[in-house]
């Protein structure tokens, strides 16, 4: 064996250290590293709550407001006696002040065979019939029980109430539905929460039935696999934040990216007709860069106070090993090899700063070296 | 006595008469234009901001002098006019624009934190047919930015404007985007920035306090810049990395024999008193160029932190060990020389490693 105690034991000391601190700062690390994801995983719950509370609550506004409309005696007459000019005279100024102040984006009466009779917002366009792609208002007038959900009508998609319309004497007249635009929801989500979101629809239901939408919708910028891109909060964040392969890969458990140096974390929520076909994506995203921010500090800390602790013990362990003990056996030994060779001039200098044992050794060398000089 | 005091008050009377009819006539001489209240309350005002060009950036002063654009849209039922062929609104620039805005209704909105007066400030005001108005303000001037020090060399920062509207509370007029304003505002992709990296625009919402609990529409519209690191790392920190090397040399110039050190500790005590005076002029010299450093903690207050406490520690380890032997004489010359041996490889380490950990945590 040719390793030397004086390199050997340092050296198995010094790597027991470095395996210690580093493990314990590996720990340390994970245990913050598993911190930050419990709360980054908090904020993507958060944002999910967030998303679908929202929806529901846009599904319920749509909702209350048909039937209050529905329920209105002259709207009722009206509709069942079939005059469009007038039921148009009557809910017209009524839908411009809930469009242009409460995000209300389209309202229809339907009659029961699912024909539009009256569009609020496209008064020129009726009598198509809407049984292909509204089944929400087929189902409506067939069962007469009110439903509420995401469907792609013509001007768009829409968060939509359907309820069924009675007229004066209790029989079925039809229906009625009210659609909430998602831009006000999306942008008013973003100004409480600091969220930017962006809607995706698919691209085929929006092709055929969306017949309305304007040109600059349906674009290859817009594009993300089978979706094309409704809204946005900030398209230019948001079109790296939602590539295609995001889209088609689409989890909701969330992701993080770094872009421009600030870390966002992005959730994908599918968005389903009420048949559970799934119409579109609604991408969320927050600024993580403070939680990552804090994660990367706290990893060069602790890597700092770990490189400390290996430093620190490193050199107490080649202190006290070449320090107490190899270096004065190296200097004793030196005397007594001095003494073999017949010189008793070198004597143990300060053997009181030596330890116990170093001191009973140097003793023992010097009593030989006096016994000696007395032989001598 | 009486006579004379009634004709007092009489002749008071009158003088408050005249005063009150005064202030009548010039109140309501030219009576403000009410706000259009055919869309109800609050007025919503569509607003977008666009840093047109960007001429400086003063850290120091905490500004930017600027040019940008402020467009405000809004609806006045009152302003419709019939629509007539060829043309799609009506156009009024300059003084043209002045003078028609003064006859209308145009919310008072202002650009808070501007320093001083603008340099240069025109209107180009357009009214489309069915009451749409947008309101262009181009100006020029010094907007005050808040700098964040903290992570320099590696920062990020905003250049704000903020848009404040003025007398009505955001219960009667609020101003409000969507993507397009923020295309609006995030347009302009030629701009450049000497040192400074440009990124993505965005607007925030932040209501501004009022008198008695009112609270008053205010947008922030914020250009993202960060710092090309680069540039700042040749002036500030090779000399604060150098002055490192200064205690280091300090402790690592002396020479042990025998557990017995060589040099006199004087001559090591001389060159880490010049290394003291070096980096207080160093400091002196940063915090002239960049008083916003030291103003507040960042990475280099630390690393002048660091560099004082290197010299204090240098000094400490001439004095206890080189000057005293205070090892020595408790633990022998052998663990003292051990120890010394250990020192020179082991605070280099410790120095260095602190040094870049201290840039890491600003890059994080």
């Known amino acids: ?376 | 006595m009486m006579k004379k005091s009634a004709l007092h008050s009489r002749r008071w009377r009158w003088l408050l008469s005249i005063f009150l009819a005064l202030h009548g006539a010039t109140s309501f001489a030219e009576p403000a234009p009410a706000l259009p209240l055919a869309g109800g309350l609050p007025v919503v005002v569509r607003t977008g901001l666009r840093f047109d060009q960007i001429d400086s950036i003063d850290e120091n002063e905490r500004s930017c002098t600027a040019t940008v654009d402020l467009r405000l849209r809004w609806r006045d039922a009152r302003l419709a006019y019939p629509k007539e062929d060829g043309a799609l609104f009506q156009n009024f620039k300059d003084a043209a624009a002045e003078a028609r805005m003064a006859t209308m209704w145009v919310p008072r909105v202002e650009l808070a934190n501007t320093i001083g007066s603008p340099t240069f400030r025109t209107f180009s005001l357009r009214i489309y047919p069915d009451g749409q108005v947008e309101l262009m303000q181009r100006t020029s001037s010094k907007f005050a930015t808040s700098f964040d020090p903290q992570r320099f060399p590696f920062d990020q920062q905003k250049l704000a404007a903020e848009v404040v509207v003025r007398g009505d509370d955001q219960d009667r007029v609020a101003l409000d985007y969507h993507q397009d304003d923020l295309d609006f505002s995030a347009s302009g992709s030629d701009r450049k920035l000497d040192r400074w990296a440009l990124g993505l625009t965005n607007i925030r919402r932040e209501p501004l306090s009022g008198l008695y609990d009112t609270l008053h529409s205010r947008l922030w519209i914020e250009l993202q810049i960060r710092r090309q690191f680069t540039m700042a790392m040749a002036p500030i920190f090779i000399p604060l990395f150098a002055s490192l090397l200064i205690p280091l040399m300090a402790v690592y110039m002396n020479r042990v024999e025998d557990g017995e050190f060589q040099i006199d500790a004087f001559e090591l005590c001389n060159i880490v008193i010049g290394g003291l005076f070096a980096v207080i002029a160093l400091n002196f010299t940063v915090n002239s160029a960049y008083p916003m450093l030291g103003d507040a903690d960042n990475t280099v207050t630390r690393l002048f932190g660091l560099n004082y406490l290197a010299l204090g520690a240098a000094l400490a380890i001439i004095i206890a060990l080189f000057r005293f032997n205070l090892v020595q004489r408790a633990l022998g010359k052998y663990v003292q020389e051990q120890l010394y041996l250990s020192i020179v490889w082991a605070a280099p380490l410790l120095v260095l490693g602190t040094a870049i950990a201290l840039l890491l945590v600003a890059m994080a």
């Open chain 1, 1 to 376: 064996m040719n390793v030397t105690f004086r390199r050997g034991a340092p050296t198995a000391l010094i790597c027991i250290v470095v395996v210690v601190v580093v493990t314990l700062a590996f720990l340390s690390n994970r245990l913050f590293h598993n911190l930050t994801n419990a709360v980054e995983q908090n904020q993507f719950d958060l944002m999910r709550t967030i998303l679908r509370s929202s929806l529901r609550a846009a599904e319920d506004r749509a909702m209350a407001r048909a039937e209050m409309v529905a329920n209105l005696p002259t709207v009722r007459d009206l509709f069942a006696k079939r005059d469009r000019e007038r039921l148009l005279a009557e809910c017209g100024p009524m839908f411009e002040i809930q469009k242009s102040k409460y995000g209300v984006d389209q309202m229809q009466f339907h009659l029961p065979n699912a024909v539009s009779f009256l569009r609020l917002h496209a008064p020129p366009q009726h009598s198509d019939d809407l049984t292909k792609f509204r089944p929400l208002v087929v189902a409506v007038n067939t069962d007469r029980v009110a439903r509420k959900g995401l469907v792609v009508a013509r001007t768009g998609p829409a968060i939509f109430g359907v309820v069924p319309m009675v007229d004066l004497a209790g029989g079925h007249a039809g229906s009625l539905d009210v659609g909430m635009d998602f831009n006000p929801i999306l942008d008013g989500l973003k100004a409480t929460y600091q969220l930017e979101l962006a809607l995706f629809i698919a691209e085929e239901p929006l092709r055929r039935f969306a017949t309305g939408l304007p040109g600059e919708v349906l674009t290859e910028e817009n594009r993300r696999g089978k979706f094309i891109k409704f809204h946005s909060t900030h398209w230019t964040l948001m079109k790296d934040l939602a590539t295609e392969a995001d889209v088609i890969n689409v989890t909701e458990e969330g992701y993080t990216r770094k872009l421009r140096g600030i870390t966002y974390g992005a959730l994908i929520l599918p968005l389903r007709d009420p048949n559970g076909e799934q119409l579109g994506l609604l991408v969320v995203a927050k600024d993580f860069s403070a939680s990552r921010a804090a994660s990367g500090r706290s990893l060069v800390w602790q890597s700092l106070l770990a490189l400390f602790a290996i430093v620190t013990l490193a050199v107490a362990v080649i202190v006290v090993i070449r320090g107490l003990l190899l270096r004065p056996v190296q200097m004793i030994t030196e005397r007594f090899r001095s003494l073999a060779e017949g010189d008793r001039t070198k004597p143990i200098e300060q053997p009181e700063t030596l330890c116990q044992e170093m001191r009973e050794l140097a003793g023992t060398y010097e009593q030989l070296r006096g016994s000696d000089e007395e032989k001598e």
